[in-house]
């Protein structure tokens, strides 16, 4: 036998003593993390936030009576919260609906140790990737104590844990669209969040507040889905609606027909 296979050999007949003399190392339990559905709850909207700029209010002051995106996220995350906050600025991007005018963007810390200058810093990062810097006033980035944040993110269905070996939080992503007066309307998960499914949100939870005739066209062919947190074409409604299109142009044309044939007849006459 090679030395090489000698070796080789050896190696075999040690693994299972090595096994046996090295502890099994099993990671810990998984801290509770959820983003549960929790589609018209209303959310409590007494609670103290400092915003920013160093403002402080209730909730409903910064939703200021219009439809809103809420995410959760803490400003000293090293990577998913970032993502969340890259993904929401993206899907705005083509959206022609603009913050501060037909809807507001609240981004809430759920680190109590979290400070308004950690907000300021994370609202520059935000508009500098929205790059609408005139629509700041719309952008509400905000802070509270652990009885507001407790409140605000258990009505949410939003559940994080914090990690003691690493100082850091263990949640979820995903983003709220919010009625004016605080109901969950929709849920969207991950960090990417289509354009059309957050400007349909939005027309839905403001209950025609905003939006045009076409989205309200474009609601009645796309249905939002709760299991997948997306919208979908609604097909049998496709179906009605160009049965109901078909059905009124051949109405038309024969309304058409017989007004041409009765006033050919009343010339010849």
């Given at each position: 036998?090679?030395p090489?296979?000698?070796?080789?050999?050896l190696?075999?007949?040690?693994?299972?003593?090595?096994?046996?003399?090295q502890?099994?190392?099993s990671?810990?339990?998984?801290?509770?993390?959820?983003?549960?559905?929790?589609?018209?709850?209303?959310?409590?909207l007494?609670?103290?936030?400092?915003d920013?700029e160093?403002?402080?209010?209730?909730?409903?002051?910064?939703?200021n009576?219009?439809?809103?995106?809420?995410?959760f996220?803490?400003?000293?995350?090293?990577m998913?919260?970032?993502?969340?906050?890259?993904?929401?600025?993206?899907?705005?991007?083509p959206?022609?609906?603009?913050?501060?005018?037909?809807?507001?963007?609240?981004?809430?810390?759920?680190d109590?140790?979290?400070?308004?200058?950690?907000?300021?810093?994370?609202?520059?990062?935000?508009?500098?990737?929205?790059?609408r810097?005139?629509?700041?006033d719309?952008?509400?980035?905000?802070?509270?104590?652990?009885?507001?944040?407790e409140?605000l993110t258990?009505?949410?269905g939003f559940?994080?844990?914090?990690?003691?070996?690493?100082?850091?939080?263990?949640?979820?992503?995903?983003?709220?669209?919010?009625?004016?007066d605080?109901?969950?309307?929709?849920?969207?998960?991950?960090?990417?969040?289509?354009?059309?499914?957050?400007?349909?949100?939005?027309?839905?939870?403001?209950?025609?507040?905003?939006?045009?005739?076409?989205d309200?066209?474009?609601?009645?062919?796309?249905?939002?889905?709760?299991?997948?947190?997306?919208?979908?074409?609604?097909?049998?409604?496709?179906v009605r609606i160009?049965?109901i299109?078909?059905?009124?142009a051949?109405?038309a044309?024969?309304?058409?027909?017989?007004?041409?044939?009765?006033?050919?007849?009343?010339?010849?006459?």
């Open positions: 036998m090679t090489r296979w000698a070796t080789i050999a190696l075999l007949a040690a693994a299972p003593a090595l096994a046996m003399e502890p099994a190392r990671p810990g339990p998984l801290p509770e993390v959820a983003f549960e559905q929790r589609l018209g709850e209303s959310l409590p007494d609670g103290r936030w400092t920013a160093g403002r402080t209010a209730t909730l409903d002051r910064f939703l009576g219009r439809p809103a995106l809420l995410a996220v803490y400003y000293d995350c090293p998913l919260c970032g993502m969340t906050l890259s993904g929401l600025a993206g899907s705005l991007k959206v022609d609906l603009e913050p501060g005018r037909d809807f507001d963007v609240v981004v809430v810390s759920f109590p140790a979290e400070t308004p200058q950690q907000a300021a810093e994370r609202k520059e990062q935000a508009l500098s990737q929205y790059g810097r005139d629509t700041a719309g952008w509400h980035f905000l802070t509270g104590d652990e009885t507001a944040i409140a258990s009505a949410a559940r994080f844990s914090r990690v003691e070996e690493t100082g850091e939080w263990a949640h979820a992503a995903g983003l709220l669209v919010l009625t004016p605080g109901r969950i309307a929709r849920t969207f998960s991950g960090i990417e969040y289509p354009s059309r499914d957050v400007r349909l949100g939005l027309v839905e939870a403001g209950e025609g507040t905003v939006g045009s005739l076409v309200q066209v474009l609601l009645l062919c796309f249905k939002y889905d709760p299991a997948t947190g997306r919208y979908s074409f609604a097909t049998l409604t496709a160009g049965g299109l078909t059905l009124a051949l109405v044309f024969a309304w058409i027909s017989i007004r041409r044939e009765r006033g050919g007849a009343a010339t010849s006459s």
